[in-house]
């Protein structure tokens, strides 16, 4: 099963390698990885995506918190929670696939945020399927290059993970 | 006053109480070893190789409990001391080690004996850090004992860029120390333990199973009351031997791939399993699929990433292994249940059985000396009461089967890490700690010559160790399972061109004795004993065809084991001249 690991970091040197080598270190995979600062600047706020057993996700958040830089971790497909990814994509946009492009732009509620003649660059931001259909309606327009960000996620309503 | 970053670490080992540094000079730590010559507060051990310091230290730690401390340069300086750090962390051993680095100006620079000691050592320590402000370094020379020493103990690496110890700040050792990212649970549930008790007296067929964890909490006390006031047969692993008296009629000796017969039957067939401060590691539990197949199985250990790793547990208990016992101790001698005990009785009656298989029998008149002849020699001569180093192999299995352990701290070995070349260096470590008590050190030839040169240490600060070397001309677990599972094409483990090790030793200033019949091994056992202040290597020449018996093979079950000892079948010395 997909789970959502998302903590809070030691914002210092070296943590992120830890949480990744870790990962090798154990033969656990990582589907994405997305970190940034919070607003406390000596934290970082983690969110990894990986999948497994219920005893292999038991494991990765026992052997994680055992990292003495991992100030406190949540798995957030345990409850309630709202996952977000951004993609920015480029695609090629001429001929009659221009208008067929930003149709389906529209329906996915994305943005083109820069264009060429023959291109569009859009931005796309919401759970990671939706970003995997949008990026399999693209296909026949001709994709050039694709960056997505990985999941960022948050629990729902009062729960909140902080210090 | 200001003080330099040198000045500091001095100072701070001082107030930390650190008795020893065990380390080795370089450029990057010249500063440090500067402020090392001009105070007598700490003594510093120069070892003849890195790997030696981290294992001396390492020896230190597991004999005293007390954090061992090592000290090295940069580059190949810490490069050197990875096996020893390695090993330590897989035995959950306190280590806090040192290593200079290149000025901050010049890390990622590829600078001279410049290497990334932090990334290079992170997968094998408990945690590392690099100090690039001579403000942190004594805060972060706090941390790295607090962590090392506390919760699940293991090694902790503080990187010091050669510019930060000639900085200079003012010199405050923090008392205490707490982290928000780091706090140890200690101290175990009481609903769990209550559960615990109870699930212990339903028990019609039980089995105590200890492992280091046990020894490293201090735990052996209360291990050996709990043990009694149930009168349940209790096992240790490798690395927990010594935790519970050995000469108790309770111990139903090691467990796992070399372990007693009696004690792998009663592990296969118990109904309930009480494992404490162990880790259910693959050398303990054969075949997951066939460990414990009847067990209800309750397990204390701090470490809460060990519980259920291997095995699922039904009573997960996390916390100090001391606590919890004495917990459920409290908690028995109040409890109206006491143990059944027909079902107790009849339980005993059946590991008796299993204990006059007498599995460690072996052949008592053989014309060449028998290794384990040697072991129990030697444990009858010292009445069980020396401190033990091993290296790996063959001997350290015999060693652990005919050595009774009745006290803790006193079998020193790498069992997690499996490091040949750890002894020797080890029982530098135990020698100091403990410079009255005999010290011997069982290893064979191969091991001892991947850490041969801390002989010349042993000269230098007067370790009088005794070596027992148990030479039988091949990498003696190497040539068994060659002839077991290979059929016999015994790949490069026949040991050519060993040295004279009389000679060798002699050369290094110590005793030598080579000894080569079974008549001559007490008489050579008693005089080298007797040599309090030398250090004396006994070259004992063992029969070449002895194995490790009894035998669980890797992926078979506790109920599977190898029990009759054959002869093996080898090409013998004058077969291959």
Request: hydrophobic share 40%.
């Amino acid at each position: 099963m997909r789970h959502i690991i998302s903590m809070l970091l030691e914002n210092e040197s070296g943590a992120l390698s830890r949480v990744a080598g870790l990962f090798s270190a154990r033969g656990y995979n990582i589907e994405s990885l997305t970190v940034a600062p919070t607003e406390d600047a000596t934290l970082s706020r983690l969110t990894l995506v990986t999948s497994g057993s219920e005893d292999v996700i038991e494991q990765i958040t026992k052997q994680l918190n055992k990292l003495v830089d991992v100030v406190k971790l949540v798995d957030l497909a345990e409850g309630p929670h709202i996952e977000r990814e951004m993609l920015l994509i480029k695609v090629n946009a001429s001929g009659n696939m221009r208008d067929e492009v930003k149709r389906l732009v529209d329906i996915f509620r994305g943005r083109v945020i820069d264009v060429t003649e023959t291109m569009y660059t859009i931005e796309l931001t919401g759970t990671s399927n939706k970003l995997d259909a949008f990026i399999q309606a693209l296909r026949g327009a001709g994709i050039v290059e694709t960056v997505r960000t990985g999941v960022s996620g948050i629990a729902r309503g009062e729960k909140s993970l902080r210090v | 006053m200001e003080l330099t970053g040198a000045d500091i670490f001095v100072r701070c080992l001082a107030d930390e109480g650190v008795e020893y540094v065990f380390g080795y000079p370089g450029g990057a730590a010249l500063h440090i070893y500067d402020a090392l010559y001009k105070q007598d507060k700490v003594k510093h051990i120069l070892v003849r190789h890195e790997q030696g310091a981290a294992h001396a230290a390492d020896g230190y730690a597991r004999a005293t409990g007390r954090p061992g401390v090592v000290l090295v340069t940069s580059g190949p300086g810490v490069t050197n001391t990875i096996t020893g750090i390695a090993t330590a962390y897989m035995d959950s051993i306190p280590l806090v080690v040192f290593s200079g680095q290149v000025a901050t100006s010049l890390i990622g620079d590829d600078a001279f004996q410049e290497v990334d000691a932090v990334g290079i050592t992170r997968p094998c320590v408990k945690h590392n850090i690099l100090v690039k402000d001579v403000k942190d370094l004594a805060s972060t020379i706090k941390k790295a004992f607090y962590i090392a020493t506390t919760g699940r103990p293991g090694p902790v690496l503080v990187d010091i860029p050669k510019d930060v110890t000639a900085h200079k700040c003012e010199y405050e050792y923090p008392k205490s120390i707490s982290m928000r990212s780091y706090n140890p649970v200690t101290k175990g549930h009481p609903g769990q333990i209550k559960k615990a008790v109870d699930l212990m007296l339903a028990a019609k067929r039980p089995m105590i199973y200890t492992g280091g964890g046990v020894i490293l909490g201090e735990a052996s006390e209360s291990l050996t009351e709990l043990v009694r006031l149930l009168g349940y047969p209790c096992t240790n692993t490798l690395m927990g031997l010594g935790a519970y008296p050995a000469t108790d009629p309770l111990f139903v000796g090691m467990l796992g791939m070399h372990g007693t017969y009696e004690a792998n039957m009663a592990m296969h067939d118990c109904d309930v399993l009480i494992a404490i401060g162990a880790r259910f590691d693959d050398r303990v539990t054969g075949d997951l699929n066939k460990f414990c197949p009847h067990a209800r199985i309750v397990h204390v250990d701090v470490d809460p990433a060990s519980i259920s790793k291997n095995v699922p547990v039904e009573i997960p208990i996390v916390g100090a292994a001391d606590g919890v016992m004495r917990e459920m101790i409290k908690l028995l001698k109040t409890s109206k249940k006491k143990p059944d005990k027909e079902a107790l009785a009849a339980w005993w009656k059946q590991i008796d059985q299993w204990r006059a298989m007498n599995c460690l029998d072996y052949e008592r008149d053989s014309k060449l000396i028998k290794p384990q002849y040697v072991l129990e020699t030697l444990y009858e001569i010292t009445k069980g009461d020396a401190y033990i180093t091993s290296d790996v192999g063959q001997h350290q299995m015999w060693a652990a089967q005919f050595y009774k352990f009745d006290k803790p701290r006193r079998w020193i070995n790498s069992g997690g890490l499996g490091t040949m070349g750890f002894g020797l260096p080890a029982a530098m470590g135990v020698k100091l700690a403990f410079p009255k008590a005999t010290v011997a050190c069982v290893t064979g030839e191969a091991s001892i010559q991947m850490c041969i040169q801390e002989l010349s240490t042993c000269k230098q600060y007067d370790l009088p160790i005794k070596i027992i070397n148990l030479n039988n001309r091949y990498m003696g677990m190497v040539r068994q399972w060659q002839e077991f599972f290979y059929d016999r094409r015994y790949s490069h483990s026949y040991m050519d061109a060993l040295p004279d090790f009389v000679k060798l030793t002699e050369a290094y200033g110590h005793v030598g004795m080579k000894i080569e019949k079974p008549g001559d091994v007490e008489g050579a056992l008693k005089e080298a004993l007797k040599l309090k202040d030398r250090l004396v290597f006994m070259d004992f020449i063992t029969d070449q065809t002895e194995n490790v018996y009894p035998m669980i093979a890797a992926g078979k079950g506790h109920n599977e084991m190898h029990l009759k000892p054959c002869k093996a079948v080898v090409p013998t010395d004058r077969e291959l001249a």
